[in-house]
């Protein structure tokens, strides 16, 4: 009624915020796509398999984000072909690259993944082994946090996220210097799609750690 009608807001005229914030935006440049920096996110677009479309930036970063690679010489699997190659000096490399983050940046969370699962199996056996040399490297592994590490392979990597995620491919020279060409699972129909998930699993940096340069 006109009554209950003469204090009605919505008889009020109406102003949309970007008339009412006229000449107080400014402009910036959006580096990130959903949770990764500009740099990640491009890599992750151009390893993703599917159509090509590009990136939408959406949130503002406070960093940008970082890709390294770490070499680990000398790195030999064995030549027996039965087996999943695993060069022993990658693993050492990965453990190496786990106490580094830990040092650098132990507010950063970490997964470490793996192409192959004997690969993580490895990984995860030589770390424990070095915790009993390093307290530093104990006491992070044991603190409360809603994110801890993990160790698995590519193909269990899809429902994780963290800040630091080192990728270790496994893949070597035998002890002849011969090179297999089998890729483990990216030689699958799904390989470049895991390549690409493990990519997008880092909110701020990705470390590849292999053996071949």
Do not use: K, N, Y
Not at 40 to 47: C, D, K, P, Q, S
Not at 108 to 125: H, I, N
């Amino acid at each position: 009624d006109a009554e209950a009608g003469a204090g009605d807001p919505t008889d009020r005229p109406r102003t949309s915020v970007f008339t009412a914030s006229a000449g107080r935006l400014t402009a910036g440049r959006f580096d990130r796509v959903h949770r990764q920096p500009r740099r990640l996110a491009e890599l992750t677009h151009r390893l993703a398999v599917g159509p090509a479309v590009r990136p939408s930036w959406s949130v503002a970063s406070a960093d940008g984000g970082e890709l390294s690679l770490v070499h680990v010489p000398g790195g030999t699997v064995s030549a027996d072909e039965t087996e999943e190659p695993i060069p022993v000096q990658e693993v050492e490399g990965v453990v190496a690259a786990i106490a580094e983050h830990v040092r650098s940046r132990p507010q950063e969370s970490l997964a470490v993944l793996t192409v192959g699962r004997g690969m993580a199996v490895e990984v995860t056996d030589v770390l424990r082994r070095a915790l009993r040399r390093s307290p530093e490297l104990s006491d992070w592994l044991t603190q409360p946090t809603t994110e801890p590490l993990v160790v698995t392979d590519l193909q269990h990597a899809e429902e994780l996220t963290r800040d630091h995620v080192i990728i270790a491919l496994g893949l070597a020279h035998d002890s002849f210097g011969r090179f297999s060409h089998r890729f483990g699972i990216l030689d699958s129909d799904h390989g470049a799609r895991l390549l690409a998930v493990a990519v997008g699993r880092a909110r701020h940096r990705v470390t590849l750690v292999s053996s071949l340069w």
